[in-house]
């Protein structure tokens, strides 16, 4: 996936090293860097960006008051030297907030945010029409709705799908099969013997999932993939 970006900062330092940045970012496209977001309106309406960079501080018009504004599809990221808009800055729904002078090393961490937020968002949407899969269970082919399911627990040859409403369904089932036909991260694996419903955990507790009395382990292999999509959904 390539993201289209712009930069909108008034120091043409700061613009021209984040700009160096993006040019070194395979998943980035630079579209325009502007000095103003006054200068950045007209070109942004007619063609739209996925994520801009944006500074906070800039005559006329405010990173703030600018955010406001764009589509709620446009991702922002603001890079500024003063610490105490932060707060500001998530209330607009920012996706990261980067201080001056910034470091590749953060430049990366926060546009592989976006990169995951619109990886997300294309698989909700190319999954939202079926929502169903048919499970074979003792010669029978059970219709189980995607949203009904909790976890899924590998047993040797076998699958257990555990179920919102108690039911759980035995299917003799490869889990790797199982997990490459799911939606992802929706369903996400977290153990050689379990694929959980990600929108459907109660807690987490000491790195495990919750589900009722239910904990299920999050392996080595799968620590840091899980670890990714906490933290995108982690309020601060």
Not at 90 to 96: H, P, R, T, W
Request: glycine share 2%; charged share 30%; net charge negative.
């Amino acid at each position: 996936m390539i993201l289209k970006c712009a930069i909108i900062d008034d120091e043409p330092l700061a613009a021209e090293l984040i700009s160096s940045y993006v040019k070194k970012t395979p998943f980035l496209k630079l579209t325009g860097v502007y000095n103003s977001a006054s200068m950045a309106i007209k070109d942004l309406r007619e063609t739209p960006v996925d994520l801009i960079f944006l500074d906070i501080q800039m005559p006329e018009l405010s990173g703030i008051e600018f955010a406001k504004i764009l589509p709620k599809e446009t991702r922002i990221i603001f890079v500024t030297a003063f610490n105490q808009y932060a707060i500001d800055g998530y209330k607009v729904d920012a996706m990261d907030y980067l201080l001056k002078p910034v470091s590749y090393d953060d430049f990366l961490n926060a546009a592989k945010k976006v990169l995951y937020w619109f990886t997300i968002k294309s698989k909700q949407e190319k999954y939202k029409q079926d929502r169903f899969i048919f499970v074979k269970s003792d010669y029978k082919l059970i219709h189980v709705e995607l949203d009904d399911i909790l976890y899924i627990e590998g047993l040797k040859d076998y699958v257990r799908i555990y179920l919102e409403n108690g039911t759980k369904i035995m299917s003799l089932m490869n889990m790797k099969n199982l997990e490459d036909n799911l939606p992802k991260p929706e369903f996400m694996r977290t153990h050689r013997s379990y694929i959980v419903h990600m929108t459907k955990i109660n807690m987490v507790d000491r790195f495990r999932l919750v589900f009722g009395e239910t904990y299920i382990p999050i392996s080595d292999s799968y620590k840091d993939e899980v670890q990714s999509y906490l933290d995108t959904h982690t309020m601060m």
